[in-house]
Every structure is written in structure tokens, then in C-alpha cells.
């Protein structure tokens, strides 16, 4: 996992308190195995949004990095 943006730096933070409340907003990035919807197993770049005593909101894949067969 990575930082993308901390505090003031997260643009959506305002709509984020709104949604979901108080906290120390961070956009993160990772990788992880997901699966298709045609059962394709692939490598992905996930990016979110977190906050202490929150936790992970609004996961999206960002690009697909390399793909295996069923």
C-alpha cells in the first residue's frame, strides 16, 4: 500500500466528511488479484479512499496489469 494524498491534499476530502464523517482522509493505492466478470482471474491497481475508525470507502480499479485464464 501507498499514499496517494494525506489531510488537505485529498481533493474529495470535503465530500468524503460529508458521506462518511470526520476523520484523517487518505487516498491509497495497492494491488490485488481480482476477478472478472467473465471469471478471469487479473493483476489490478486499486485506488480508495480511508480513514481511521472508518476504514476503506469507495475501492476502484484503476488499470489491469496482467491477466491469467480460468
Known sequence: METIAAGRSVKSRLRLVKLYGFGGWMK?????????????IAHAELHWYEAHGIGKREIKIKRYLQAESP
Open 28 to 40: 491509497r493505492k495497492g494491488f490485488a488479484q481480482v476477478r472478472t466478470s467473465n471469471g478471469t
